[in-house]
Structures are given as structure tokens and as C-alpha cells.
């Protein structure tokens, strides 16, 4: 009762209020600034017993799969969210992550479903973004993406002319050929959309981490401003860390990771920046984007490739996974807004 009434009392001061109470999408999700629910599906139909499992008492027969997207149809008409993703490619079924599971091409084209109307125009659950040498920026779904599916495009080059792209919830930020950071809004998003400054300073590319940006400045710098705080005067705060001669950064989980002049994969701790960059991969890339077990890359060929991450050597081959001239790519996974 007590957070409930600290919930409407504060506001926004909470930045990521967490719940799990059945009664608050009938209560105080009407007043809130946006919530998770974390009710678990459970392991099976039954919802018994050994797995205690008492949230799902009164989904008996329902299995927990169902019981997710249940949920989470609910918390988003009532304005927030549902946890049930793990990294794009397995879904909880209680508290303890290691027991989550992996989707099958149903489950996923059902999430899709659900997850579209937040993005009009879209309707998969992760899209790959590129863009060519002339500066136009392209997608497509890629769990679908084959060296024989199109790119569609999405913002012309006669609108900006764009290098590289990241994603915080619902907006595009992205690098002009001018090297300067610019922002979109997906839902305005079109082949001809007026991209605004977002930032001050010279900057060739970025990723984002959070409430973080990083950025590699002209001068082979890395370094790191609020997201929610940056404006077209706010300052890039120095990492402490060259970024050496890096041309592209993304960041995945507690790592980020970067393409050197000889085009390899390097990366490094995020909360050791000052460290040296360690080689990961073999050349043949120019930008990379990492989804679940997946890392994919632009190719010196102007596609993209992948390989499996987690078995990435410095020998291990790139293969080709689209077609299309590419320069760099970047991906938009709608589960996590």
C-alpha cells in the first residue's frame, strides 16, 4: 500500500519503477509514468506445486508462453511493459534467468504481433538497419534477413546524408557525413524526414548504453555524455580512453566493441576504458551489431555478414547474411522498449 501511494506522490522521480503485485494494472497503473510487471508464466500448464507458482494459480491450463503475451497485452494498454525477454532469443519462465527458454519461429511471429502497433509500420521484433555509400538508411526484419531479401528504405539521402545509426527506445540517432550527431523519432520517420541536431562537437560515430553515448570523436577519442541530459550545448566528457584508430562502436551487455583501421573486430570492458583494445575477430568488416549469440558486420564487400560470437576466433570465417550495399549497420529490438 505504502508504494503505491509513494508511486503518485513522486512521479517521475523513480526512474524504472519495479512490480510484481496482480493488482496494481487495475489500480496504479492509471496514475503511474510507466511500469513493468514481472509476473512470471511459470513452467508448464499446470502451475503447481514443486515450482510454487501461486501468481498463476488461476491460469490452470493456460500454457506459460500464452500466459506471457497475456500479460504483457495487458501492461502495455494500461501504459508500461512486461518482462519477459532475456536477450531476443529466450524467454523467462520464473525468476531464475538460466531456466529460460528459446523461442520457436511461432512464439516469435506472435511477439511480433503484439509489438507492432508501438512502432507504425513496423511489425517484426528486431530490424536491422543499414546504411549505403550515398548515405540513405535502410531496414529489414532480421530474423527474415537472407542474402536474397530487399532493403527497405527509410530515410533518403537527399533528407541527411547518414554514416552510421543507434537506438534509444523509439528515437534514431545518428552520424551526418558532416560528423554531426542528428536524431529522429521512429514514428516520423519517412523516405524524407527532417533530422534535428542533437548534440554539439565533431563525432564520427556512437553507440548508446542506457542513459549513456559514447562517442569517437575526429581526434580518436572516446567519449561519453547523458542521453536524457544532452543537448546542442552540453559537453562530450573524456573516457579517459583513446579510442586509437576505431571507426565504428557498438556496446553489448557490459562490453563495448569497436572495427579497427584493419578492419577487425576489437572490444574491451566498459568499466575498464583506459585498457588497450583486444583483437576478437579476423578482418573483413567495417561496422558490427551484435543480437543474442549473433554478431553481424558490414563487409568490405558492402554486405552484411555474421558469425556466432560466442565461437568467434581470430580465424573464424564471416558469412554472408544480406545483400544490398552496405556501409554500416545498426539494429532496432522493439522487445526492449
Not at 523461442?103 to 502497433?117: A, H, N, Y
Not at 537472407?146 to 543507434?166: L, N, R
Not at 545498426?330 to 522498449?337: D, M, T
Request: charged share 20%.
Amino acid at each position: 500500500t505504502g508504494r503505491h501511494s509513494l508511486s503518485k506522490q513522486v512521479g517521475r522521480i523513480i526512474a524504472f519503477p519495479y512490480w510484481e503485485e496482480k493488482e496494481f494494472l487495475e489500480t496504479v497503473a492509471k496514475d503511474s509514468n510507466g511500469f513493468v510487471v514481472s509476473m512470471y508464466p511459470g513452467y508448464s500448464k499446470y502451475h503447481c506445486c514443486l515450482k510454487n507458482e501461486r501468481q498463476n494459480a488461476a491460469e490452470y491450463g493456460v500454457w506459460p508462453f500464452e500466459l506471457g503475451m497475456k500479460r504483457w497485452k495487458r501492461a502495455i494498454a494500461a501504459g508500461g511493459t512486461y518482462h519477459l525477454i532475456v536477450d531476443g532469443l529466450r524467454y523467462l519462465q520464473g525468476p531464475f534467468v538460466p531456466d529460460a527458454v528459446r523461442f520457436g519461429s511461432q512464439e516469435v511471429e506472435k511477439l511480433q504481433g503484439l509489438l507492432s502497433d508501438k512502432h507504425p509500420g513496423a511489425s517484426h521484433l528486431v530490424y536491422i538497419y543499414s546504411t549505403n555509400d550515398e548515405g540513405a538508411v535502410f531496414r529489414q526484419p532480421l530474423l527474415l534477413m537472407t542474402p536474397e531479401t530487399d532493403w527497405e528504405m527509410v530515410s533518403s539521402a537527399d533528407s541527411m546524408k547518414i554514416m552510421s545509426i543507434g537506438f534509444d527506445s523509439d528515437t534514431m540517432y545518428a552520424v551526418s557525413v558532416d560528423e554531426r550527431v542528428v536524431q529522429q523519432h521512429l514514428m516520423l520517420l519517412t523516405q524524407d524526414p527532417s533530422w534535428a541536431l542533437a548534440s554539439a562537437g565533431r563525432i564520427k560515430s556512437i553507440a548508446i548504453s542506457g542513459d549513456t553515448i559514447y562517442g569517437v570523436t575526429t581526434q580518436n577519442t572516446l567519449v561519453k555524455q547523458s542521453l536524457s541530459g544532452m543537448t546542442m550545448s552540453s559537453a562530450w566528457s573524456d573516457s579517459e580512453s583513446s579510442a586509437g584508430e576505431v571507426t565504428s562502436i557498438f556496446i553489448y551487455g557490459y562490453h563495448i566493441y569497436g572495427v579497427d583501421e584493419n578492419q577487425k573486430v576489437v572490444k574491451k570492458s566498459l568499466d575498464f576504458l583506459q585498457e588497450s583494445w583486444q583483437t576478437v575477430s579476423a578482418v573483413g568488416v567495417t561496422s558490427v551489431a551484435i543480437f543474442g549469440d549473433t554478431i553481424y558486420g558490414s563487409s568490405v564487400d558492402k554486405q552484411v555478414v555474421k558469425q556466432t560470437l560466442s565461437q568467434m576466433t581470430l580465424d573464424s570465417a564471416w558469412t554472408p547474411a544480406s545483400k544490398g550495399t552496405v556501409a554500416s549497420i545498426g539494429l532496432l529490438v522493439e522487445a526492449s522498449i
